[in-house]
């Protein structure tokens, strides 16, 4: 949900330019005029109506509230997602049916987020070329200025590098860059990979760390294909939904699948409840069923948090995996799935 804005950050685009994500939740207020839109702060959270944004067409917006429903005024100020990060905007109502509100699109909203400040956690290949050595591995997460991988060995802070990023089929950057910081990879988690896979694959004196690169001297026509890269991949991260979703997972290097739980889950990704930790950058193979659909996904995890009880004894693995790109046709129906759950939950926990 959405909090207070920040006016210096606001850019004020067309609606249908800012591509409103359906499935994501919102929040409604009474408006007095459209000009409530440029208001420094949102109105009290708790005078807000819950509702989640059902459907985004270019005749109509369509909410559904959470009961029980009120009616509403003919006016609206809406505070919901798009791709480029939070928004604002005042719509007219057209219809109420019990909890599902229908308003006509918005001439402009306000976003209040700048694209190039997200960084998104996405497995893009990358390719490292330093005085260490020459790396390919899978990034942690990517942003316009930067990226963070997780090499086998430590890399000197303040050392430049080269980094090729692929940003598709076909399509790859090479760009320099500068280490900015470099952190060992937590002892005690990769103690508990060598419990659980038995060996390490790489070289068993590595050390696995994770490196944050910062691009310097990026061109123009780079900088574009960044920016089009980070926007469509933060487009594959919403909506987010919390559920548990069963499924079967596995190494590249195993050859059985495991059954596990997603807990949580996007378009893009989701936060795998593993039996065992994995290192980011490691490659795995998912299986689920959504939607009465099966899908199947490669993916890298880019994360991995392990929940510990009191006396030490480790409970589980959170790893957060990002899927490769996948069939245009078949991410289609898995964003087509996601949603629909969205609402099947929002419709629930209300």
Same mark, same amino acid.
């Given at each position: 949900m959405i909090g207070q804005t920040a006016p210096r950050l606001a850019r004020r685009l067309a609606w249908a330019d800012a591509d409103l994500v359906e499935g994501t939740e919102a929040l409604l207020w009474p408006a007095s005029s459209e @000009? +409530? *839109?440029?208001?420094?702060?949102?109105?009290?959270?708790?005078? +807000?109506?819950? *509702?989640?944004?059902?459907?985004?067409?270019?005749?109509?917006?369509?909410?559904?509230?959470?009961?029980? &429903?009120? +009616?509403?005024?003919?006016?609206?100020?809406?505070?919901?997602? +798009?791709?480029?990060?939070?928004?604002?905007?005042?719509?007219?109502?057209?219809?109420?049916?019990? *909890?599902?509100?229908?308003?006509d699109p918005p001439p402009s909203i306000t976003i209040v987020e700048r694209r190039d400040l997200f960084r998104i956690p996405v497995a893009a290949r990358v390719t490292v070329e330093s005085a260490s050595g020459t790396w390919s591995l899978y990034s942690v997460d990517c942003s316009v200025g930067g990226i963070?991988?997780?090499?086998?060995?430590?890399?000197?802070?303040? *050392?430049?590098?080269?980094?090729?990023?692929?940003?598709?089929?076909?399509?790859?950057i090479i760009l320099p860059a500068v280490v900015r910081h470099c952190r060992p990879f937590p002892p005690d988690a990769r103690s508990s990979l060598i419990v659980a896979h038995g060996k390490?694959? @790489?070289? &068993?004196?590595s050390s696995p760390s994770v490196a944050g690169l910062q691009f310097v001297r990026v061109p123009s026509d780079a900088e574009r294909h960044l920016s089009q890269f980070v926007g469509r991949h933060q487009r594959r991260l919403m909506p987010r939904?919390? @559920?548990?979703?069963?499924?079967?997972?596995?190494?590249?290097?195993?050859?059985?699948?495991?059954e @596990?739980?997603?807990?949580?889950?996007?378009?893009g990704d989701l936060v795998l409840m593993a039996r065992q930790p994995h290192l980011p950058g490691e490659r795995l193979e998912l299986k689920l069923r959504l939607s009465r659909q099966h899908f199947a996904f490669d993916a890298s995890a880019v994360s991995c948090e392990t929940t510990v009880e009191d006396d030490g004894k480790t409970v589980c693995h959170f790893v957060k995996v990002s899927f490769d790109d996948a069939d245009a046709a078949v991410e289609a129906k898995f964003r087509k799935a996601v949603r629909e759950l969205s609402i099947d939950r929002f419709s629930r926990r209300a």
């Open positions: @000009a +409530a *839109a440029e208001a420094e702060e949102l109105p009290d959270r708790s005078e +807000a109506c819950r *509702a989640l944004l059902s459907w985004v067409r270019p005749k109509v917006l369509r909410f559904e509230m959470e009961p029980p &429903p009120r +009616a509403l005024p003919e006016m609206l100020l809406v505070s919901t997602l +798009a791709v480029g990060g939070p928004a604002q905007f005042v719509v007219r109502k057209t219809y109420q049916i019990s *909890a599902t509100v229908a308003c963070r991988i997780c090499p086998p060995n430590p890399i000197e802070v303040g *050392a430049e590098v080269e980094v090729k990023v692929e940003l598709g089929v076909g399509n790859e390490f694959d @790489a070289d &068993p004196d939904v919390q @559920a548990v979703v069963p499924l079967e997972y596995r190494s590249h290097s195993d050859r059985r699948f495991l @596990a739980f997603a807990t949580e889950l996007s378009p």
